[in-house]
């Protein structure tokens, strides 16, 4: 069974559409996380969700909205899709703990493609 | 949040032991050191963590000298697969907020 499983793998659309992706995690973590990584292959954190609440909402334009129905799911849901939005996308989980950065798990990452 | 410095690139052949070393000159006191890995097309993966002395699991080893400044992760004896991306964290708990680096690009060559 997948720990971290994202949907869809890959997604190709033009400017100015509406896109989500979904993310799904078994591992019974609190805490869900979404990242970018973009062409450069930097790695930022974009949104946290701890136990449904939003903990992490990193510098990132209101056309993305992350939604946790409950603890084992984060969606990205992204409004009028720029070309510069063209990424990899990744969703992880983790515990969180007081002392230190608990080992996270990551899904297998979307690529969002904006034509 | 502490910021960390490493090589861009690294060669090595297989069989060969490599040591990555990062350097974390602000770490604090209550900071981890993480090491990730992460292939082509995929997401990281934890490799190993510590905070200081040496860790060792079953893929790594994690040196940590007495200042705790530096850090040096060494993959014993790699191989083909071992090519990635290998990136060096330091954080403490809280909303565990993992900064990445750029990373060190591992090419393992025949």
């Known amino acids: 069974d997948t720990a971290v499983s994202q949907t869809p793998k890959y997604l190709v659309t033009q400017m100015g559409n509406d896109k989500s992706i979904k993310c799904e995690q078994n591992?019974?973590?609190?805490?869900m996380y979404w990242y970018k990584q973009d062409s450069k292959k930097f790695l930022k954190i974009m949104f946290s969700y701890n136990n449904k609440e939003l903990i992490i909402n990193e510098t990132v334009p209101n056309r993305f909205s992350p939604k946790s129905p409950d603890k084992a799911h984060l969606n990205l849901h992204i409004n009028s899709l720029e070309l510069g939005d063209s990424a990899v996308y990744f969703c992880?989980?983790?515990?969180?703990?007081?002392?230190?950065?608990?080992?996270?798990?990551f899904g297998q990452g979307t690529r969002l493609t904006v034509v | 949040l502490a910021k960390t410095t490493q090589p861009i690139s690294m060669d090595s052949y297989e069989g060969q032991e490599v040591n990555i070393t990062c350097s974390h000159n602000?770490?604090?006191?209550?900071?981890?050191i993480t090491w990730y890995q992460q292939f082509p097309s995929q997401g990281p993966r934890f490799i190993i963590q510590g905070y200081k002395t040496k860790v060792t699991n079953e893929v790594a080893s994690l040196f940590i000298p007495a200042d705790r400044k530096s850090s040096t992760l060494s993959l014993p004896r790699v191989s083909l697969s071992d090519t990635a991306v290998y990136y060096c964290l330091v954080g403490s708990g809280g909303y565990n907020k993992l900064i990445f680096g750029a990373g060190t690009r591992l090419a393992v060559h025949p």
């Open positions: 992880a989980s983790s515990h969180l703990t007081q002392e230190k950065n608990t080992e996270a798990f």
């Open positions: 602000n770490i604090a006191t209550n900071d981890y």
């Open positions: 591992l019974g973590h609190d805490t």
